[in-house]
Every structure is written in structure tokens, then in C-alpha cells.
């Protein structure tokens, strides 16, 4: 049985006949198609109300046919035909639909080197309808590609049917690849170069909720996220909305602008600067026909590369599945366990609700783990408030310097590096400090705890509830903040809003600012007027380091306050 690709499901029997059928014609190879064929793929596309497209090779056969825009029908690279770099796919695409070539066709058609993109105008697309009932087409087009990087492409004005069909085609493919070859234009160049790093297109929308500068701070906090996934960050597309589109995001020719950057400059990811719902991804994947992601998805990645110890990397995966249980969707009827033969009929289970169940059975064992670890650690801080020693939890925004100051005080040799969530597991270090009025060594320990960011995911909160004990039953928190950072006043803000959502809080609070060494003069005195009791230091150059001591002893010594 011949395969129909596509969004085909909930099409009549009938109709899947029809598509099927088409495989069994075959086209001229002088031509880029017949007229009766023509007539036949807008008859159907009439009779389903949707688009449809015919892939079709030089020997005029019928490799294809799909359900939908060529965007969302294209042929994966894998099974297209192997060509020399000046060669295009040897295959042609004919597509019925309501609309001339759009952007997301036009990038399908690149993507996949076709030799021509034929685009049939019909009234079949759940417009009006002809007077004999079948879909008429009104106008042609016919598009294919040119020398150009930045916009490798051509269409033509409309055309009949008839000046189409009488084209000999064959010679049209002669002469596009000659001016490829003559210009010098190597059809790799079209492609992006292999890599182990994604290329990634950033995408932010500014809705009414948000300061201009809030955004641009947002939007460079997610190319720092992926370069700290291992991305590299190869172009940002911005779009200024009331609120976001509810189908895809952004506006309809935001996405075909997105499509078309993507294509120029080489990205196989997107990612966007906020949550996005399962719909929307695959609303636009279809339309892009690249990959895309959110912002969480993104940490979620950041989370699951840096996890080392088993706790860790439990906690990881838990936060995974949380995520991805109420994203998960459905491939089309491919998906269904129900079958036809003896035996297999019946309601059945759908493969989603197969994979749903299973995650479900997964996330309540994962569960499970947690709360044993949690346990865990609620031993170990038994056994420590038994050796009477004050615990102080390094708290902060990410890459504010936590485990870095962790190491200078302690010798802790903790990881540590100039990216996002460097450090994920929890790490306490004892540390003597001799009090400089009695002259006295008394000891506490530090706690070195997983980095925050603007909006975590409430799937991290979750899984990273054992971590986040370690900063609830601390006796005392040290709030490590990154001066040098031109958004540390918000990164104040947000650390503030985590630690208010978590279930207790230790009273005793100390700010520190931290990297002084690479603020100017002005920024370092707009802290001190707004933080008349915070410490200021650098952990790398150890300055501060010796008053930081002292009034650690003072923290835990003094009655409980609130943050500062």
C-alpha cells in the first residue's frame, strides 16, 4: 500500500484511494506535468478542502504524495536522491493550493534542491467552489532555484495551465543548472556546513508586560543559555506584539521571515525566548520545517549535560518527563496500536497513550528516588546539627560566582567556569575563620547550591526539591550577587521572588556583591546607596574576602532578618 505523507487523518477512505492512485500515473519526461493530472490533483484538493502535493522524478515517476503545503509534505535529506554539488535533487514538487508560493514553500524547495516548485492556484481549498463541483485552477506558478545566497530563489508571474504544461522541461533543467555551474554556485552552499554545534536562530517577542530593556536582558540571557548548551547562536529575529499568536507565536509573515533567515543562514534550531506550547512547536516546525524549542527546553538540556552525580542526573530526568508528558502529541494515525487484521480490532490504545502511561509509571518511580533522597540529605543535615555547626547556604542568580568563592574560602575544587549552571549538585565545605574580636576559631559550613534564573521552570523546582532543602533548612544564606552583570538589580529581584516561593526560609540573610574588580566607579556606588548593609568583594582577585569572614561569624550570631 502506498504511503500518503502528510496530515491526512480524518480524510474519507475514499479519498485516501484517490491519493493513492496517483502513484500509478506516470508524466511525461519532457514535461513538468499533463493537464489531465493537473486537473486531477485540484479535483481532490477541492474534495478534501485541504492542500496537495506530487513529488515527481525525471522519469516522470511519482515518488510522493502528500497532504499539505510543501512545507509541510517535504522529502527528508536522507531519502533524496545523492547529487553532485552543481546538481539539483531530480525531483520536481507540484502543489494545489488556495495561495501563490510562500516563504515556508520556497525554503522547502531550497532545502530540498528540487528541480522546480509548480504551484496550482485552485478554488478547491476550502474557498469558493467551481459550478461542476470540481476544483478549477486559476493560475500557475512555477518556481525554481538561482545563484543567490541570500534569497535562492525565482517565481514567475502567473501563468495558464497551458503555457505551463506546453514548457519542455528537460531543457528548463538544462539551463538552470548551467547558470548554477557557470556562476559558480555549489548547491552546498545552500545547506548548512556539518557541525557538532546546533546553529541557532533566536527569536524574541515583546509583548506589553515587559520593558524594552527587560527584553533585550532576556534575550541575551537565552544566547548565553546556548552557548552554555553547546549552540552557537547564528542570528535574532525579534517581533513586537500585544500577545503572542496563539497558533505560532508570532504573526504569519514573522514566520515566513523566520523561515527564510533560517534557510540564509544555515540554522537547523530555533529557539524561542519564552514557553511555547506543544501546538505552537509543531504549528511551527510544519510551517519553518526547522527544529524548534523553548527557552525551559533549553535549560532542561543545560540541566541534563552538566548533572554528574546519580542525584543529579535523577533529578534531571524527572524534570524531563515532567516537562514533556503534557507536550506530548501524536504522529498521525502511524501512531495507533489498532490494527486490521484478526485478532486486532477493537478499540485498542493509541501508541500516545501508550507513551503517556509509561512516562506516568516513570515519573512516579522517579518520585520515589526523590523522596528517598531527600531523606538522605535530611540524615546527613541531622548529623550535622548534632556537631553543632551553623550552616550557611551560597545562594544566587546563575554564574553569579557561588562555587568560585566556594573554592577560594574552602579549597572545595568545585567546577567551575564562565557559563550558565555550571554547577548542579550541592557542595558544603567546612570553613575555620578565627573571630577577630576573641580571637577565637569557630567553624561553619558553607553550602554551594544549584544557580537561579528569571523564570525557572516550575518542572526544575519541582525535580530539584532534595537540592533546594539544603537552602530551606540552612541556618543562614550568603546571597552571591554578579555586579558586572548590567541586569543585577533584576537578578536580585528574581532570586528574592524563588526563595519567597519556597515553603521556609532561614531569617538571617547577608548580599554580597561580587566581580567589583570589573565595575566602573559609578555602578559600585549605585550599590552601596541602594545596599547600605551588603559586602563587596571578588571572589577571583580576593578582595573583601577577610571582612566577608567576619561578618559570616555575625550572621549567625545575630537575631533572625529578613533579606537585605
Known sequence: METIYGNWKG????????????????????????????????AISHEIHQPVCSYINRRGQVVR??????????ISPSDLPRQSAERLSGIRCLAVQSQAPDTASLVAMVRQRLDALVVLNSDGNGSARSQNGAGQIKAAYLAHLVPDVEQPWTVSSPLSLDELTEENFDDLVH????????????????????????????????TEDITEQQFQDGLAELARLVESAGGKVVGIIQQKRTQPHPQTVVGQGKVEEIALHAQTVGANLIVFDRDISAAQARNLEEQIGVRVVD??????????????????????????LEYQLPRLRGREQA?????????????GETKLETERRTIGRRIGQLQKEVNQLQAHRSRLRHQREQQAIPVIALVGYTNAGKSTLLNVLTHAEVYTADQLFATLDP???????????????????????????????PALMDAFRATLEEVTEA???????????????????????ILADLPSMPGTALLAFNKIERVDSNTLTQAQQAYPNA???????????????????ELIDVAPASLQ
Open 11 to 42: 480524510i474519507k477512505s475514499s479519498h485516501i484511494k484517490q491519493l493513492q492512485r496517483l502513484y500509478e500515473q506516470r508524466q511525461p519526461g519532457d514535461r513538468l506535468m499533463t493537464s489531465e493530472f493537473a486537473q486531477q490533483l485540484a
Open 295 to 320: 527557552r525551559t527546553e533549553v535549560i532542561l538540556d543545560i540541566f541534563a549535560q552538566r548533572a554528574q552525580s546519580q542525584a543529579g542526573k535523577l533529578q534531571v530526568e524527572l524534570a524531563q
Open 535 to 553: 559586602i563587596f568583594i571578588s571572589a577571583t582577585e580576593r578582595l573583601g574576602l577577610d571582612t566577608l569572614k567576619q561578618r559570616l561569624l
Open 65 to 74: 504524495v502528500g497532504v499539505g503545503t510543501p512545507a509541510q509534505t517535504q
Open 175 to 206: 539551463e538552470w543548472e548551467t547558470e548554477l555551474r557557470e556562476a559558480g554556485f555549489a548547491l552546498s552552499q545552500l545547506q548548512p556546513a556539518a557541525s557538532e554545534r546546533d546553529r541557532v536562530l533566536l527569536v524574541g517577542l515583546i
Open 427 to 457: 557542595t558544603t565545605r567546612r570553613l575555620s575563620i578565627t573571630d577577630s574580636q576573641t580571637q577565637e576559631r569557630r567553624d561553619v559550613l558553607l553550602t554551594d547550591t544549584v544557580g537561579f534564573i528569571h523564570h525557572l521552570p
Open 335 to 347: 501512531m495507533s496500536r489498532l490494527g486490521a487484521g484478526i485478532g486486532t480490532r477493537g478499540p
Open 475 to 497: 541556618d543562614a544564606l550568603l546571597h552571591l550577587v554578579d555586579l558586572s552583570h548590567p541586569a543585577w538589580a533584576d537578578h536580585i529581584r528574581s532570586v528574592e521572588e
